[in-house]
């Protein structure tokens, strides 16, 4: 008799861990002292070592003669920033589709977002002549935006809506033929060939202060929104049905959403080329950290995703230095090999 | 108890040999097809030959040297390539696209292509050791691919679903290094790559060319014999076992037949994007699952001759064929997504 009171004691459910605010603030404050050591390292290894002081004064007292303060200024911190926005960008698009599709598997990159954005830029690249920068992100959104729509769209025809498997065929089935698009455009031109075959990889390096300065409006309001929108994925992980009960506006939401994604799909891809598996790793890893809750999921992957695209830069750098190995190169190496662990795991998180 | 004829049972037969008389109708039919856009190309270009004088070359039923070089040395290479690669393809396309039991799973899709493409690419841009080594990098690219796709989707058996995800993943690598290895290269090789990339069936050297077509020789044969366990396989493992199919061998066996149908066409004329995957879905809707691999060999052929021939004649600029069969593969496509979505098969 006891000893079957123990057995149950022992097979007792082990109860939901329990994750207490505080705990979670203090992991995000971690989390943000990690960011600023990675922006940090980001900024002072290069061709180039700096120290920190030099870093102060080029930004106190600039010296425009000194060599390592215009580095500093014109090249690594505009790359650092750009790689911040970026990468927190694509990692909250990156959890904002996962949330509402309720879609382990969804990626702006997966999903042909990037792609459609891609797509976009060089096709007006190519028909219109000189086409100015600011313009371009524009084209950018409009791809990304027409890409979310007819992916999310086919995949999500039929009973069972849009499933991870439908998804991501449907996303690789226009990202294949957009990229056949895209090569055939620029086949004709070899200058352009040129410039397109570093910007396809996905890379932070070229002209950083002008891409930043074009972009960071659009990344920083997409982010802000983002942000925001825990509370309502919240409600959609509930079920429709649910979260209409609960007064939410589900459609809202979901136009809502989908814009932001495209927002922020087109501007980090006019800025870097298309970069695939930061939206779609990092989310996992927040939520393995912090729950299913949205409130806690979208600030950590932005502080998450920065920390992975700053890292995979850095290391693209350090590793075939002086030359440089392309950010979207390394993700793609790093990130193919957890994008199929988390295909092989048995319980795909379900959302 | 003998069998009575049942006024049922003739119905069913008369339905089935009606069935039977359309298939191998609509199949004659592709294949006439196939063979009239064969002549074709060789027929169209900057000096026109009649279809008496390509065939009298081509199969060397004539004698006239004029003509012979026009045939013989400057069309017939990239017609019998355009032949042979879609008729690879469509099988091959079909094929996976049966086994995972998903219409949109393509080799272009899962990997296999993304594969090829890396090593061939490495090839052209590190060795510069000509088209031999192009085609033999393609073909180990696109084994090694499938090879990891198997055992990475491997856990306890192959499920269409495991395998096809794990396939994107892959493809996204290869993709990304792809494109690093092409940022990498000097201009003018990256040039090659990227046009080897689009894929262009007037690009294939003798040795390709004559490996595809000795593969597709040997293999579209035991292609067409082992589509009745392609069948079997379709009715779901168990079933399948039960009726006598070794499952895993034999889906191992259609699984490497294609790759290698896949592999050697890639070599041939690059990674021609859909074809694979258009293929398939149209021969289905011709002639029915049962005998679908045929027609579908057939309607590869006929979709990259005809892709060639507009890709070469009806377009302002000549073009790769990829960039055409790229252009009408995407519409289809997302028709093909919908249908097959609304009709629950997607996956």
């Known amino acids: 008799m006891t000893a079957t009171v123990q057995r149950l004691q022992h097979v007792e459910a082990p109860t939901p861990r329990h994750r207490s605010t505080v705990g979670l603030g203090l992991g995000a404050l971690v989390l943000l002292g990690v960011l600023a050591v990675v922006m940090f390292v980001s900024i002072t290894i290069g061709a180039r070592g700096v120290g920190l002081h030099t870093i102060w004064t080029a930004f106190t007292d600039y010296d425009p003669s000194s060599a390592e303060q215009t580095v500093i200024r014109e090249l690594r911190v505009p790359r650092t920033l750009l790689g911040l926005l970026v990468g927190a960008g694509l990692g909250l698009a990156g959890a904002l589709l996962q949330g509402v599709t309720r879609n382990p598997l969804a990626d702006p990159g997966i999903m042909g977002i990037n792609m459609g954005a891609a797509a976009g830029i060089v096709v007006a690249v190519m028909l219109f002549d000189g086409i100015s920068q600011s313009t371009s992100v524009w084209v950018g959104f409009a791809g990304a935006g027409v890409a979310t729509v007819v992916v999310y769209g086919v995949a999500s025809f039929g009973r069972e809506g849009a499933t991870p498997v439908k998804l991501a065929l449907a996303g690789a089935a226009v990202s294949a033929s957009l990229y056949s698009v895209t090569t055939g455009v620029t086949m004709s031109d070899l200058q352009a060939l040129n410039e397109l075959r570093f910007w396809q990889v996905g890379s932070l390096s070229g002209r950083y202060l002008p891409v930043l300065s074009q972009t960071w409006p659009f990344l920083v309001a997409g982010i802000a929104v983002a942000l925001l929108m825990g509370r309502s994925l919240n409600g959609l992980a509930l079920g429709d049905d649910l979260a209409v009960a609960l007064g939410q506006r589900v459609r809202l939401t979901r136009v809502v959403v989908f814009v932001t994604v495209a927002l922020l799909g087109g501007a980090a891809t006019a800025a870097c080329g298309p970069i695939v598996f930061v939206g779609l790793v990092v989310p996992h890893i927040a939520r393995a950290l912090c729950g299913p809750d949205y409130r806690w999921i979208l600030p950590y992957t932005f502080l998450l995703s920065p920390i992975i695209l700053l890292c995979a830069d850095v290391l693209g750098r350090v590793l075939v230095s002086p030359s440089e190995l392309q950010v979207g190169v390394v993700l793609g190496v790093v990130g193919a090999p957890a994008f199929i662990l988390l295909v092989r795991r048995k319980d795909l998180a379900q959302l | 108890m003998s069998i009575v004829e049942t006024p049922l049972r003739r119905a069913v037969r008369a339905q089935r040999r009606a069935h039977r008389a359309r298939t191998t109708t609509i199949t004659l039919v592709l294949v006439a097809v196939t063979f009239a856009l064969f002549v074709g190309t060789m027929m169209i270009g900057s000096y026109v030959l009649s279809p008496w004088e390509v065939i009298g070359s081509a199969f060397r039923l004539t004698d006239d040297p004029s003509v012979d070089f026009i045939v013989l040395d400057l069309r017939l290479p990239t017609a019998a390539t355009a032949l042979g690669s879609g008729l690879a393809l469509g099988v091959a396309g079909l094929v996976f696209q049966r086994l995972l039991a998903n219409p949109l799973a393509s080799p272009d899709f899962v990997g296999i292509s993304g594969g090829a493409s890396l090593f061939a690419v490495s090839a052209i841009l590190f060795t510069g050791w000509g088209a031999v080594t192009t085609s033999a990098m393609a073909l180990l690219g696109a084994l090694l691919a499938s090879i990891a796709i198997y055992l990475l989707a491997w856990r306890g058996g192959i499920t269409g679903y495991r395998f096809i995800l794990v396939g994107i993943g892959l493809s996204q690598l290869f993709t990304a290094l792809t494109g ?93 994007s859909f074809v694979a995957l258009i293929a398939g879905p149209i021969a289905v809707r011709l002639v029915g699952n049962a005998a679908s691999l045929p027609a579908a060999a057939f309607v590869g052929a006929i979709i990259v001759l005809t892709a060639d021939l507009v890709a070469q004649h009806a377009l302002p600029v000549a073009l790769p064929t990829g960039v055409v069969t790229g252009a009408v593969g995407a519409p289809y496509l997302i028709w093909l997504l919908a249908t097959v979505n609304r009709e629950g098969r997607g996956g």
């Open chain 2, 180 to 272: 690093y290895v092409i940022a990498r290269a000097d201009l003018n090789d990256a040039r090659e790559a990227m046009t080897w990339l689009v894929g262009s069936v007037g690009s294939a050297g003798p040795f390709e060319l004559r490996t595809l077509l000795v593969a597709v020789a040997v293999l579209l044969p035991v292609a067409f014999v082992l589509s009745r366990r392609l069948g079997a396989l379709e009715l779901g493992d168990d079933a399948a076992s039960a009726l006598g199919v070794r499952v895993e061998r034999s889906r191992l066996g259609l699984l490497a037949l294609s790759v290698v149908l896949v592999a050697l066409a890639t070599a041939a004329a690059g990674p021609l």
